[in-house]
């Protein structure tokens, strides 16, 4: 292995990742009420981890999203409006018996796509800035939402098994919700990421014209890359069904998301210029993000506190990014 | 057409005809076109009343765009907006409860406090190096907190000072209402910052290319600090006029800010990549967005289609005349 330190510099920043939620996730556990009060049995302890994990899937799968399209260096605020439109849409179709349940989810999972790739399409062939695109998409699908669920509203008949089933747990405490998380990464993002498709989306993001030089096709590329990310938001969106058997077009909760999947992203390691980093980081980065917030219940502190401390954790972890400028020796080198 | 051909051409157009950018004069057609389609609707949509109402409502996205606007000129964003224009609006409701020292230092302390999360965002961007998306999103997120624990949570009580209701409310002159004149302040001074002053030839020079810029010997890091300063001043100084407006602050005022603000100046022909884009065109981008809502409200759509078509409206807008160019072309 004598390229290990090529590999190492490459990852560091999901490993960076990976380390940031072992340690937050840890002082989580290890001061949670539920497991101090009963002491350190397996039972508390699975349990305190599924909950965290069911809360943590939906903010990693928005994160992986919003990773496909930053890879590109593009960027998608529309994940947070394609999660509440799917939930909203999950709330109204996934119902009744297992085949018609299986149809809905496929509908849901669809629309997802569907939307993503309109971002594509119109972001490859109109020519628009991804960000501009995004943000009127976004009010597009949240006004679909919106038109779906005008009042919030439990799923009157809502297929409860499969989200009981989803949100369970596993011989051995394993969260189904985490296993569910591992299927996704194995089936898109790895062949993704190891096909010529994924390797022209980090080469759009390094530099678009020497993509297009070395005659890649960067169209192609970043067409896959918005679809992905649609479904992707679409299946968190699923899972926020799953999880609440209800479906509600919150503008404000669709935000929430579409701003902490970027926050965790840039905790992941993912570079916003695109080109680098991988979604196994933003993953982490996610869960790292959900463990922090949620550690102000740990220490009883009022829950009036918990915005301003996820906003300076936010603060302090991006200051920390900018430590490397230490490092740069030629003035020139900040102007990018 | 060979590029001999092409001068000779615009040559003999008249200076000023040379001197319009497509893209603004697209923006001013759209909004004729929606006043017509108005008009056709009801009758009262061109009456002097309902279109200064429309001016004095579109002086708060104004005055909010403009500061959004310098930072777009960079080619950077700023996401603290939404909290920002909260902490405005409620820093000057909470100082006007301190008696009159309080009312009279109302609306400079909105002011300073807003400046002072744009310094924060301008210190991130200009010597941290940090993606301006990232770091006015956590100032945004620590301002939304500090916020929330200033005010436990609930909409204050404290009311608007009565100077912050003169301007956002009232109409001094021939019934122009002062919300408006405020805008034209800002507007003017802004014109004069993007067309008269070293200040404003950095902003584009930065907006085009950073380090050419601070190889001419600009010091772009502190424009770039103090552009971001500016725009956190300008979003305080729209929430104390909104706060004004309704009298009082609320949690998530600005919340309805972000977006169409930045909308009003990509509409109006600033490319969201930085250095191009005039202060004309950013006041045709607030008024077509703001005839645009006001249109669908009149027309009683429902929220679910205001959305779907405001968003419809700005793709096409964009299509019309802010694509991109061709990579390798």
């Known amino acids: 292995m004598s390229d290990w330190r090529y590999r190492f510099s ?7 990742a990976v380390a940031i939620f072992v340690l ?30 069911n809360k943590g899937v939906l903010l990693a799968l928005v994160a992986v999203a919003q990773t496909m399209v930053v890879i ?4 998608d605020l529309s994940v947070g409006m394609i999660f509440i439109l799917c939930n909203c849409l999950a709330s109204a179709i996934v119902v009744g018996s297992a085949w018609q349940t299986a149809l809905g989810i496929a509908g849901v999972l669809a629309t997802g796509l569907l939307c993503g790739a309109i971002n594509g399409l119109v972001v490859i062939f109109g020519r628009l800035q991804p960000i501009v695109t995004t943000i009127a998409t976004g009010a597009i699908y949240f006004g679909i939402a919106l038109a779906l669920r005008p009042n919030p509203d439990v799923a009157a008949d809502f297929n409860g098994d499969i989200g009981d089933a989803m949100m369970g747990k596993l011989p051995l405490g394993i969260p189904v919700s985490i296993v569910a998380l591992l299927v996704i990464v194995v089936v898109i993002w790895i062949p993704f990421r190891r096909s010529a498709i994924g390797r022209t989306a980090y080469a759009v993001g390094s530099s678009e014209v020497a993509a297009f030089m070395s005659g890649l096709r960067i169209r192609r590329a970043k067409f896959v890359a918005y679809t992905l990310s649609g479904l992707l938001s679409g299946m968190g969106g699923l899972y926020l069904t799953f999880t609440t058997a209800s479906g509600e077009a919150s503008l404000a909760n669709g935000n929430t998301y579409t701003l902490y999947s970027i926050a965790a992203v840039v905790l992941g390691g993912v570079s916003l210029f695109g080109g680098s980093g991988s979604a196994i ?19 009883n502190i009022e829950p009036l506190w918990q915005s301003l401390f996820q906003g300076i954790v936010l603060l302090v972890s991006v200051c920390i990014g900018a430590a490397q400028l230490v490092r740069v020796r030629n003035r020139l080198d900040l102007f990018g | 057409m060979s590029a001999g051909e092409a001068t000779t051409v615009s040559a003999r157009l008249p200076r000023l005809l040379r001197r319009i950018d497509p893209a603004v004069a697209t923006a001013y057609a759209c909004i ?4 017509l389609l108005g008009d056709l609707y009801n009758a009262s949509f061109l009456s002097p009343e309902y279109l200064l109402q429309q001016l004095k409502v579109a002086s708060f996205l104004g005055v909010i765009a403009t500061g959004m606007m310098i930072v777009i000129l960079l080619g950077q964003i700023d996401l603290s907006v939404p909290w920002v224009v909260a902490v405005g609006g409620m820093m000057s409701a909470s100082a006007t409860a301190y008696g009159p020292v309080g009312e009279a230092l109302a609306i400079p302390f909105g002011l300073l406090c807003g400046i002072a999360l744009g310094f924060l965002n301008g210190i991130g961007v200009a010597y941290l190096r940090i993606p301006s998306m990232i770091i006015t999103l956590a100032i945004n997120a620590v301002a939304q907190g500090l916020m929330v624990v200033h005010t436990g949570g609930f909409s204050p009580q404290d009311s608007a000072s009565a100077a912050m ?26 014109i004069f910052l993007f067309t008269r002053t070293t200040f404003g030839r950095a902003l584009y020079a930065i907006g085009n290319r950073e380090r050419a810029a601070y190889l001419s010997g600009f010091n772009t890091q502190r424009v770039v600090l103090f552009a971001f300063a500016i725009s956190g001043g300008l979003s305080a100084f729209g929430g104390v006029l909104l706060a004004g407006y309704a009298s009082k602050a609320a949690q998530a005022m600005g919340d309805p800010y972000l977006l169409p603000s930045i909308a009003a100046v990509v509409l109006g022909g600033t490319s969201i990549l930085g250095g191009r884009g005039s202060y004309s065109g950013t006041i045709a981008g607030v008024i077509l967005i703001t005839l645009l809502q006001s249109i669908l409200s009149v027309m009683q759509m429902p929220e679910a289609g205001r959305q779907i078509i405001y968003g419809a409206v700005i793709i096409l807008m964009m299509l019309v005349y802010g694509r991109g160019r061709r990579v390798g072309a």
Not at chain 2, 167 to 187: E, F, Q, R, S, Y
């Open chain 1, 10 to 16: 490459e990852h560091k920043g999901t490993l960076l």
């Open chain 1, 24 to 53: 937050m996730f840890t002082i989580y556990l290890v001061y949670h009420p539920a497991i101090t009060s009963n002491g350190f049995t397996a039972k508390a302890v699975t349990n305190v981890v599924n909950t965290a994990a």
């Open chain 1, 72 to 75: 590109t260096s593009g960027i």
């Open chain 1, 281 to 299: 980081g933003a993953i982490f980065g996610a869960l790292a993000f959900r463990a922090i917030g949620d550690l102000l219940f740990d220490f």
């Open chain 2, 32 to 35: 004729v076109v929606l006043l």
């Open chain 2, 165 to 190: 209701r003169f301007i956002a409310t009232g109409d001094t002159l021939l019934g122009i209402p002062n919300a408006l004149i405020v805008w034209g302040v800002v507007g003017a001074a802004a």
